[in-house]
């Protein structure tokens, strides 16, 4: 990639992209070639429990260059955009440069754009948004909602529907309305070298499909084995795609050759809405085209 030579030594790299498009490889690389520790970014890629299925990088990765955030949050405890910032605090004030990496947009942007000051949601009224997402799915609460916040919400990812209708009952203001009141940037975008991965749909299906059965040799069905006893639908960690499916297979009620399909199915669509999300909102960024597009 002809743009590391242009990185200065002190500056943050920030690298974001679709899942499976290759950003920890050039993560790595950079670290190896410049220095650095590579920074998870990844809103699954958090959790414990669920290393292969969420394709953190395997320990031989890790052992080669420092790796942080990565599984360090229990499968069953909830994990906030703004818990990461306060976990990345100590990096960025840290010697090593940060090489920040991952497919979740929303961190990107609170870090780089600020994050709005938002009270903590209750209990009760996570397990309501959860029962109520759970019985009647996710879109049965988008009519509730302000119409702005419908606007500029996915409304096709339950994540966020949930966390602008818990917002609402929470705190009887809309999140548009909280983020409209957010502070200064943690670490502006002019401050760091901001690498965007722009994969090609067809390229990035056939990586995603490659992928899950890579996962399947590498022991995915292990890790779900040891998830079985402590299975819900309800824990932050079940989102991770595929989780459900394995799981199903396990109890018999889906065949592996189904589950595969259905996960590979999942990602795609998973990867089109990242796809979407970061063209629309990370017009600044610098493009990469990963190898062999």
């Known amino acids: ?14 690298i974001a992209g679709p899942t499976a498009s290759g950003k920890s490889a050039l993560a790595i ?21 669920w290393r292969i299925l969420t394709a953190r990088p395997p320990v031989e ?13 229990a499968g069953d405890t909830p994990y906030s955009v703004g818990d990461w910032l306060r976990d990345l605090e100590p990096v960025l004030s840290g010697p ?23 009270p903590p949601t209750p209990p009760e009224v996570r397990q309501t948004a959860d029962a109520r ?26 994540m966020r529907v949930q966390r602008a209708w818990e ?8 999140i548009t ?17 901001p690498i965007l991965f722009d994969a090609p749909k067809e390229w990035l299906n056939d990586r995603i499909a490659r992928r899950f059965h890579m996962m399947l040799d590498d022991g ?25 499916e394995l799981i199903a297979h396990l109890r018999g009620d889906m065949t592996l050759e189904a589950a595969t399909e259905r996960a590979t199915i999942l990602t795609r669509q998973f990867a089109k809405r990242q796809r979407t999300w970061f063209r629309a909102r990370m017009g600044d960024w610098i493009r990469h085209q990963p190898e062999g597009t």
Do not use: C
């Open 29 to 49: 690389e950079i670290a190896e070639r410049f220095g650095g520790v590579v920074v998870n970014a990844d809103a699954i890629q958090v959790y414990e429990n």
């Open 167 to 174: 917002v609402q009952e929470t705190t009887g203001r809309s």
């Open 177 to 193: 309305a909280w983020q409209a009141e957010t502070p200064p940037p943690r670490l502006p975008l002019s401050a760091t070298h």
């Open 96 to 118: 090593d440069r940060p090489i920040i990496v991952g497919g979740t947009g929303l961190y990107f942007s609170a870090l780089t754009q600020g994050l709005a000051q938002i």
């Open 220 to 244: 995915v069905l292990d890790e779900a084995r040891a998830n079985l006893a402590s299975w819900s639908p309800s824990l932050p960690s079940a989102k991770a795609i595929g989780a459900a």
């Open 1 to 14: 990639m002809k743009e590391l030579t242009a990185l200065s030594p002190d500056r943050p790299v920030l």
């Open 61 to 73: 990765d890790e052992a080669r260059v420092p790796h942080v955030l990565y599984g360090h949050v």
């Open 133 to 158: 997402v759970a019985a009647e799915g996710h879109l049965a609460l988008v009519p509730e909602l302000d119409p702005e916040t419908v606007a500029r919400i996915d409304t096709a990812n339950p």
